[in-house]
Structure formats: structure tokens, C-alpha cells
């Protein structure tokens, strides 16, 4: 079974710039997550989709980001314009049916912002 | 408020010392109870899920159990392989899904 794939892996980028995450999670999942990770800190949970509908994204700093999950499936993470404390790695995770079956994580995007 | 809390923060072991990971929370209705493991640079890895008090789960020199304030990971007879940061999870009501953040091991050979 494929697992939840992110890219890009790595990105730097100059504050005031824009960025943009694509996640792809595991086929059947219908819950998607993004994470936030500082170093040092635990995921930090930024919004959770429900098929393409939006569950919660409390935490989101919606003056500067903005997510979409299309038919389901795909999901993006933009940034727009980037401070440097947002510099950190951004964790894509998915799951079968919400907070009661495990999230499997993609590998991240570390993004540095100067 | 819903809230996960890890301790400790750090623990370093000798190879072959067995210790313990708590993981206390407050969430309204629990669906859930997640173990995690993060290897620098990656993506945390689905260990366990726990649902009821009194369940424990193994894998080799694993064991997490849960009661209905904590979770406990025990590690018996480390290796340095298991060196890494160890995160809880918990599923709540509404679909919400809170990390702690992470006791990190150091394992000595």
C-alpha cells in the first residue's frame, strides 16, 4: 500500500515570498491533515479536512494561509506571504474515518524562509 | 481545554536499562490514543492505537497501556536503535486530533 506522499521535500524561500505544499494521501482515506512542526515542538494541527469538507482549521492563520482539498482527494497548502516564523516542517497526514482510526504521515516539507 | 502532556521531555538510557513514557490528557470523549515514533528528519510512524482503559498493545520491546488519565510506553532492554522522539496523540470529540510534544530518547550503547 502506498503511503501519504509530500512535495516537495525541501524549500527555501525569501520572506514576503509565497509557497505552496502538495500532499496526496493514502487511497480510501477520507480525513486529511496538515501539521505544522517546529523543531523541538510536537505537530501542531493547522486544518483537517473530511472528504472536501473542512472539520476544523482553528489554528490556521487565514490572514497568510489557505488549504484545499480537491474532490477528495489532493490537498494543497499555500503561504502567502511568508514570515520567517514559518520557517518549520509541514506534515501531511491522512486517515481512514477521523479521530478514531491512526493518521500515517508523509515525510514533510521542510521550509526555511530568509 | 483538551490537552495532551508528554514527560519527560528528554531521557537518556543506557543500553539494556527499561524505562518508562508517560502521556497525560484531558479531551472530551476519547476515541482514541496514539503512539508515535520520530526519526530526525521524518515523518512520525504509527507504533500503537489504544481505546479503553486497561488495553495494552506490544511490539518487541514495546508495551503501551492506557487508563483513563494516561498512557504509559514502556521500553524493556533498549537498543540505540530505538533512539528517537516518541509522540502521543489523542482523538477527541468533534473529530480533533492533539499531539504532545514528544520525549525525546537517547539510547547508550
Known amino acids: 500500500e502506498a503511503g501519504v506522499a509530500q512535495s516537495p521535500r525541501y524549500k527555501i524561500i525569501e520572506k514576503r515570498q509565497s509557497v505552496a505544499f502538495w500532499c496526496n494521501p493514502i487511497s480510501g482515506h477520507a480525513t486529511l491533515y496538515w501539521y505544522q512542526q517546529i523543531l523541538g515542538q510536537g505537530p501542531k494541527l493547522l486544518i483537517q479536512?473530511?472528504?472536501?469538507?473542512?472539520?476544523?482549521d482553528s489554528q490556521l492563520p487565514k490572514d497568510r494561509f489557505s488549504a484545499e482539498r480537491l474532490k477528495g482527494v489532493d490537498s494543497t497548502l499555500k503561504i502567502q506571504p511568508a514570515k520567517l516564523e514559518d520557517s518549520a516542517v509541514y506534515l501531511c497526514a491522512s486517515s481512514f474515518s477521523g479521530s478514531n482510526t491512526e493518521a500515517f504521515f508523509g515525510q514533510g516539507t521542510r521550509l526555511t524562509v530568509v | 481545554e483538551d490537552q495532551v502532556t508528554q514527560s519527560p521531555e528528554a531521557l537518556r538510557l543506557q543500553e539494556g536499562e527499561s524505562s518508562s513514557l508517560n502521556c497525560s490528557y484531558t479531551v472530551s470523549g476519547l476515541r482514541g490514543l496514539f503512539w508515535y515514533r520520530q526519526d530526525p528528519g521524518k515523518g512520525p510512524e504509527f507504533l500503537f492505537t489504544l481505546y479503553s482503559a486497561g488495553e495494552e498493545k506490544e511490539k518487541e520491546r514495546l508495551k503501551a497501556t492506557l487508563t483513563k488519565k494516561e498512557s504509559f510506553l514502556h521500553i524493556t532492554a533498549p537498543k540505540p536503535e530505538d533512539s528517537a522522539t516518541y509522540l502521543c496523540a489523542v482523538g477527541g470529540n468533534f473529530n480533533k486530533f492533539y499531539f504532545g510534544s514528544g520525549t525525546k530518547l537517547n539510547v547508550k550503547p
Open positions: 479536512f473530511q472528504n472536501n469538507g473542512v472539520v476544523d
